[in-house]
Every structure is written in structure tokens, then in C-alpha cells.
């Protein structure tokens, strides 16, 4: 059958989202995960544990073979290496499950680190890498690829290796990571199709470990700390525009105040309007046919929402 051949090339992106005892994602306010993204990562080492299985070498009297079944490995789990090279106290605390420290503002500016056994969260982990062949992918509007490594279920994670000196102090984060049945299609949209940005066709099933694949949806934005819940909004054909080639955007959601949250609304054609308040409209008149990402980012967290939209209407 035809397939996409390429090679995974530099890390891009890494979200690790919160996860309870039973593997499922936490939500926060709005329903919205409770997740960290950054690119504040050196490498990622995936290396799984091995099952070898059990030999069945029996012989007869004379020495000869008389049954013989060779044992059958499987992947227990993959143990996982983060080593990073940007302290972010929430991401490490969501990976360890160790407490947060706060400063008199409620800023996060620290973990405390304890010997107690975390039995009560987990944590899943995506990655995003660059590919090597640079032409992007085909379609209606041609976009670049991007590696895309899921795990949905990290237990057992605890801050190891670092080394203060002359030079830029890195961190080690190791974990197991093992079947996530919770995790389902997962909370958020990671592919860019004909149809829309949707999830995972398929769910995490109750022996599924990995889920690689190529992807058009770029990763997320990164910011700093527990990303919070982005503006939203949805997306449809303006009426007024008889040509069918114009969107309009209805906000749905934007982060209260103080400080206040401005946000843009990227239409995926080099146009970027200002994104409006609550239930309040902007619209935008495309001048190609074609799949368009849209991308809404509050300005004063960086947090994204993806959509798209296919213009003509039918």
C-alpha cells in the first residue's frame, strides 16, 4: 500500500499532561487539561524493558530434542529519558508528582523533592519532531510534516542526574512508560485532515505502549508553567458572502482579567485579525479555495487553539 517515507530530524516540541490514578487526563478550569508545553529539552530516549519469555528445551533419554518452544519477548514497557535543559517547576512536579514550592505571589519557583513513592498521578508525554525531507506535504494547501510520539501513560517519574558548574546545568526526568487505555483519542487535536483538525482516529487501546505517525498540525506553542485554557470560539461560512469564500469567527471564550487577555485569530493566510470579546463576531474573505489552518494564541500566555476551515462552502 503507498506510505509516507521520511526521517524524524530535531526535537520541536514536548506536552506533558496530568494524568490520575487511572490514567485519565486532569481538568482544570473549563475543562480544559492540565498540561505544560516547552521546548526546554536536550534529548528524549526512548528504550524499552523486554519481556524474554520462557524457553520450553525439553529432552528424551537419548539427549535428543524431544519438544522444544522458543520463548516469545514482548515490550513491557519503554523506560524514558528527558534530559532538559530548562528548569519549569510545573513541568517537573506534573512528571514527579512532588510538591510545587510558591512564592508570596503564587508564582510556581520551585519543587520539593521527598523519597515518597508517587502511587496517585501520572503523566502522558507528546513529542513533535522536524522531518527530513523539507517539501511539504501535498493537498488542497500544501503544509510542512511533523513527527509526532505519543505515550500515553508515565508512571514511577522522578528528577535524577544534575550537575551544577561552569556551563548550563541540565536536568534528567526517567519514568515508565505503560499501556494508557485512559488516554482514548486524547483531549486535543493533533492532525490537520481534509475534513477538519481532529484527534486520534483510533483510541490508545489497553496493550497500546507508543503511537508514532506523521502529522501537518504543528505542535503547540510553548509557554511557561501549567498552559491555561485558551481562547475559543467557532468557526463557520459568513452568509453575507454569496462567493462562499469568507469565514467568520464567534468568540466563545476569552480568559477573564486581570491582567487583561488579548488574542489574535490567525486565518492561515499570512492575515491575522484581532480577536473579539465574548459572542462578538470577525469574519475574513479568503481569495484561494483550499484547507486553512486557524490559529487562535492569547498574546499574554502564548496558549493556542487550533481549527480550520475549507473554503469554498458547500
Not at 74 to 101: Q, W
Not at 176 to 186: F, M, N, Q, R
Request: net charge negative.
Amino acid at each position: 500500500m503507498p506510505a509516507v517515507c521520511d526521517t524524524p530530524v530535531r526535537g520541536k516540541m514536548l506536552r506533558a499532561t496530568k494524568l490520575d490514578v487511572c490514567g485519565n487526563p486532569v481538568l482544570g478550569a473549563g475543562g480544559w487539561p492540565l498540561h505544560v508545553v516547552t521546548k526546554g529539552f536536550v534529548t528524549v530516549e526512548y528504550a524499552p524493558e523486554m519481556d524474554e519469555g520462557e524457553e520450553i528445551d525439553q529432552k528424551d533419554a537419548n539427549g535428543e530434542s524431544a519438544v522444544y518452544e522458543p520463548g516469545r519477548r514482548r515490550i513491557k514497557f519503554y523506560n524514558l529519558t528527558v534530559t532538559a535543559c530548562r528548569v519549569d517547576p510545573e513541568l517537573y512536579t506534573m512528571f514527579t508528582g512532588h510538591s510545587v514550592v510558591l512564592d508570596e505571589d503564587g508564582l510556581a519557583t520551585g519543587m520539593r523533592i521527598t523519597s515518597k513513592v508517587n502511587l496517585t498521578s501520572a503523566v502522558a508525554l507528546e513529542l513533535w519532531s522536524g522531518t527530513q525531507l523539507k517539501k511539504c506535504a501535498g493537498g488542497a494547501t500544501p503544509r510542512p510534516r511533523f513527527g509526532y510520539f505519543l505515550l500515553p501513560q508515565i508512571i514511577d517519574g522522578h528528577v535524577t542526574d544534575f550537575t551544577i558548574e561552569n556551563s548550563a546545568a541540565t536536568f534528567t526526568l526517567t519514568g515508565k512508560a505503560i499501556e494508557g487505555e485512559g488516554w482514548g483519542v486524547g483531549p486535543y487535536d493533533v492532525y490537520l485532515r481534509s475534513t477538519g483538525v481532529g484527534k486520534l482516529t483510533e483510541p490508545m487501546g489497553e496493550r497500546d505502549l507508543l503511537h508514532i505517525d506523521w502529522t501537518t498540525l504543528p505542535p503547540p506553542a510553548p509557554t511557561c508553567g501549567i498552559t491555561e485554557r485558551p481562547p475559543d470560539g467557532t468557526l463557520a461560512e459568513l452568509a453575507t458572502d454569496a462567493t462562499g469564500m469568507s469565514a467568520e469567527f464567534t468568540a466563545t471564550f476569552v480568559p477573564p482579567g486581570p491582567p487583561v487577555h488579548g488574542y489574535t485569530v490567525d486565518w492561515g493566510d499570512g492575515v491575522v485579525s484581532p480577536g473579539p470579546a465574548v459572542a462578538a463576531k470577525v469574519s475574513h474573505q479568503y481569495a484561494e479555495a483550499g484547507v486553512y489552518l486557524v490559529t487562535v494564541t492569547d498574546t499574554t500566555t502564548g496558549a493556542q487553539r487550533f481549527s480550520s476551515v475549507a473554503v469554498p462552502f458547500v
